[in-house]
T-cell receptor
C-alpha cells in the first residue's frame, strides 16, 4: 500500500464546477506539497503546507494533520485546469518526498 | 530567469551505452533532486544533494551516479544503460526544506529510451 493515496484517480467535470481532489497519507509529516503536471509534462508547484489552509486564486489547499488528509479545491473550474494533480509528503527529518500517483482532471467546456 | 533547465530533453540509447543528464538552476538553491517518473507510479527519488559538493542516495539509486561540483549544476549519469532505465527524468530544486522557502521548482523533464 502506497504511503500516499489520492482520490479519485480520474475526474471529468463540466466547466464551472467546484472540484475536490483528496490526498491521504499514513506517516507523520513535516510538509505536504500539491503539484500540477500539464499534458506537456512540466510540473509546477501549487502549494506547500503543514497546517490549515492556503489559497491562491481559484485554488485552495487544506490539510488536517490529525486525520492525515489534505484536499485541493478548484473553484469555477476551467478547461485550462485540465492536468494531473499530484500530492507529495515529506516525513520528519527525511529528504525523501513520497508522491501519490496523481489525479487526472479533465474539464469539459 | 530560466529557473531549472534540463538537457537533453529526449535521448535514445542502446543497452550498455552511457550518458549524462544535466540539470542547471539559476536560483541559488541549495537542494537539488533527481526523480524518475514511470507509468502508474509516483515520482521516485534517485539521488539528491543538499549543497555543493554533497550527494546522497534516494530510494532507487542503483545504476545511476551523480555529481554536484558546482552549486548550480546537478549531473545524473548512467554508466551502462539498461531497458529498465527507460523513463522520464525530472530534476527539481529548492532553497531549503523550510515552509517559506521549501517550494520545489522542476525542470521540464528528460525522456530517455533504452533499447
Amino acid at each position: 500500500k502506497n504511503e500516499v493515496e489520492q482520490s479519485p484517480q480520474n475526474l471529468t467535470a463540466q466547466e464551472g464546477e467546484f472540484i475536490t481532489i483528496n490526498c491521504s497519507y499514513s506517516v507523520g509529516i513535516s510538509a505536504l506539497h500539491w503539484l500540477q503536471q500539464h499534458p506537456g509534462g512540466g510540473i509546477v508547484s501549487l502549494f506547500m503546507l503543514s497546517s490549515g489552509k492556503k489559497k491562491h486564486g481559484r485554488l485552495i489547499a487544506t490539510i488536517n494533520i490529525q486525520e492525515k488528509h489534505s484536499s485541493l479545491h478548484i473553484t469555477a473550474s476551467h478547461p485550462r485546469d485540465s492536468a494531473v494533480y499530484i500530492c507529495a509528503v515529506r516525513s520528519f527529518g527525511n529528504e525523501k518526498l513520497t508522491f501519490g500517483t496523481g489525479t487526472r482532471l479533465t474539464i469539459i467546456p | 530567469n530560466a529557473g531549472v533547465t534540463q538537457t537533453p530533453k529526449f535521448r535514445v540509447l542502446k543497452t550498455g551505452q552511457s550518458m549524462t543528464l544535466l540539470c542547471a538552476q539559476d536560483m541559488n538553491h541549495e537542494y537539488m533532486y533527481w526523480y524518475r517518473q514511470d507509468p502508474g507510479m509516483g515520482l521516485r527519488l534517485i539521488h539528491y544533494s543538499v549543497g555543493e559538493g554533497t550527494t546522497a542516495k534516494g530510494e532507487v539509486p542503483d545504476g545511476y551516479n551523480v555529481s554536484r561540483l558546482k552549486k548550480q549544476n546537478f549531473l545524473l549519469g548512467l554508466e551502462s544503460a539498461a531497458p529498465s532505465q527507460t523513463s522520464v527524468y525530472f530534476c527539481a530544486s529548492s532553497y531549503s526544506r523550510r515552509m517559506n522557502t521549501g517550494e520545489l521548482f522542476f525542470g521540464e523533464g528528460s525522456r530517455l529510451t533504452v533499447l
